[in-house]
């Protein structure tokens, strides 16, 4: 059955630094894509990079980048440079099949906090 | 604020009673879907439509759980006779799925949910 673990409830960062979230993923599909999403205490769900199981080059958009391992089934998120803003729950997402309906299947998140 | 608006932010309700939501999507997209989170999970997958064709429903959406669409526009989630187990985030999110165009989801706040 399809599944997302993170397995990292809550990670530290200090302002500045990179921080790597895990994240990994379990599918029989061959298509299929990754995503992650961040979550701040405002509730509603700001996407943040998209993985396609196709996608040869890793995914980056600015300080975000994906470290998308097929193989190993991983698809963890590097986050350069962090901020105080980062400060976020943040959730690896999957979504199944070639067709982009947005049923996505989520991780139970990992809370980042950094540290000034 | 042209992002998906979801009303209200909040509602308590005693056991038993009914309750609805309201999700204004972004304008021009045809995809509108519903999720709920629970305290320290990820958000999962209730149902979705296409304009105002409901495609989906997950096994979560039970008898007491109805969603409609009826313009293709904004949607409504009731929620008949709710139990304390209800007491969750609604999230709704909306996102173009066109032959010419596709996006990714793009979410509310969600409307936070509390049965006493």
């Known amino acids: 059955a399809q599944k997302i673990t993170q397995t990292q409830p809550g990670m530290f960062v200090q302002e500045k630094e990179a921080v790597t979230l895990d994240c990994t993923y379990d599918?029989?599909?061959?298509?299929?894509?990754l995503f992650w999403y961040k979550q701040p205490s405002s509730g509603e769900m700001i996407f943040l990079i998209y993985?396609?199981?196709?996608?040869?080059q890793n995914a980056t958009e600015g300080r975000y980048s994906l470290n998308f391992q097929k193989a190993r089934k991983s698809a963890n998120l590097v986050i350069s440079a962090s901020q105080l803003g980062d400060s976020a729950m943040y959730f690896c997402a999957m979504r199944e099949g070639a067709d982009s309906s947005y049923k996505l299947i989520f991780g139970s998140g990992t809370r980042l906090l950094v540290r000034p | 604020d042209t992002g998906v608006s979801q009303n209200p932010r909040h509602k308590i309700t005693k056991r038993g009673q009914n309750v609805t939501f309201r999700c204004d999507p972004i304008?021009?997209?045809?995809?509108l879907y519903w999720y709920r989170q629970t305290l320290g999970q990820g958000p999962e997958f209730l149902t979705y439509?296409?304009?105002?064709?409901?495609?989906?429903k997950s096994r979560l959406l039970s008898d007491r759980f109805s969603a409609e669409r009826p313009k293709g526009s904004f949607s409504t989630l009731e929620i008949q006779r709710t139990e304390q187990g209800d007491s969750a985030m609604y999230l709704c999110a909306s996102s173009i799925h066109s032959k010419g165009a596709r996006t990714e989801a793009f979410f509310g706040q969600g409307t936070r949910l509390t049965v006493v």
């Open positions: 439509f296409q304009n105002e064709a409901q495609l989906e």
């Open positions: 993985q396609g199981s196709y996608d040869e």
């Open positions: 599918t029989s599909d061959q298509s299929y894509g």
């Open positions: 304008s021009e997209h045809n995809r």
